[in-house]
């Protein structure tokens, strides 16, 4: 079995303890350090049924920011979690004809049932941003539109900023890393100990 020293040995050149110390160090933190963030901007028009994928595949929880208006029922306007009442009326939340979601493409459903939290307050920007649990654990695409049954008569689009966000439980392998440190390290300090310990006559 090879020791922790011959094991970061690299070309036949052995590294001092003080630089192997540093690489374990660099390893560690390299293997819980979070991925980067991928983000794109999709464009969803409300005419279409099985709304717009993303280009890029998501997992988990991402961060949405969502900003748009159109006409999905008659002449009232909706954004994404809102219908915009004529006035003196308030806007109001009807379930339907606002931001819809889904992650296999046939067919959309309410996006605030996948929201992380609740569904955010009304702004008269139409500008929200929040989290939202895919409910994939492997990456997929993600499709975004208008949660409506009737698409011919439909106006306007919304512009969905999708952003991954890091995974809160490390993969296996981000644990394998961090025990194969924590061993190297603890490989390192037995055989300090025992070289600085003197030998008995």
């Given at each position: 079995?090879?020791?922790?020293?011959?094991?970061?040995?690299?070309?036949?050149?052995?590294?001092?303890?003080?630089?192997?110390?540093?690489?374990?160090?660099?390893?560690?933190?390299?293997?819980?350090?979070?991925?980067?963030?991928?983000?794109?901007?999709?464009?969803?028009?409300?005419?279409l049924p099985?709304?717009?994928?993303?280009?890029?595949?998501?997992?988990?929880?991402?961060?949405?920011?969502?900003?748009?208006?159109?006409?999905?029922?008659?002449?009232?306007?909706?954004?994404?979690?809102?219908?915009?009442?004529?006035?003196?009326?308030?806007?109001?939340?009807?379930?339907?004809?606002?931001?819809?979601?889904?992650?296999?493409?046939?067919?959309?459903?309410?996006?605030?049932?996948?929201?992380?939290?609740?569904?955010?307050?009304?702004?008269?920007?139409?500008?929200?941003?929040?989290?939202?649990?895919?409910?994939?654990?492997?990456?997929?695409?993600?499709?975004?539109?208008?949660?409506?049954?009737?698409?011919?008569?439909?106006?306007?689009?919304?512009?969905?900023?999708?952003?991954?966000?890091?995974?809160?439980?490390?993969?296996?392998?981000?644990?394998?890393?961090?025990?194969?440190?924590?061993?190297?390290?603890?490989?390192?300090t037995y055989?300090?100990?025992?070289?600085?310990?003197?030998?008995?006559?």
């Amino acid at each position: 079995m090879l020791g922790v020293g011959r094991l970061l040995e690299c070309g036949g050149i052995e590294m001092n303890s003080s630089l192997r110390s540093a690489a374990v160090g660099l390893a560690m933190i390299g293997s819980i350090a979070s991925p980067a963030l991928a983000s794109e901007i999709v464009y969803a028009p409300f005419d279409l049924p099985n709304g717009v994928a993303s280009v890029g595949k998501y997992s988990g929880t991402v961060s949405i920011t969502v900003a748009g208006l159109g006409q999905a029922f008659a002449n009232l306007y909706s954004d994404a979690f809102y219908t915009l009442n004529t006035p003196p009326l308030a806007p109001s939340d009807n379930h339907f004809w606002n931001l819809g979601f889904s992650t296999s493409g046939a067919g959309l459903l309410e996006a605030e049932n996948y929201l992380v939290g609740n569904v955010p307050a009304f702004n008269p920007t139409g500008i929200y941003t929040f989290e939202l649990n895919t409910g994939s654990s492997s990456p997929t695409h993600l499709y975004f539109g208008v949660h409506d049954d009737v698409f011919s008569d439909n106006s306007g689009a919304y512009v969905v900023v999708v952003t991954q966000l890091a995974s809160s439980v490390p993969e296996a392998s981000t644990w394998a890393m961090v025990v194969l440190g924590f061993a190297a390290m603890g490989v390192m300090t037995y055989r300090r100990r025992n070289r600085a310990m003197p030998v008995a006559a």
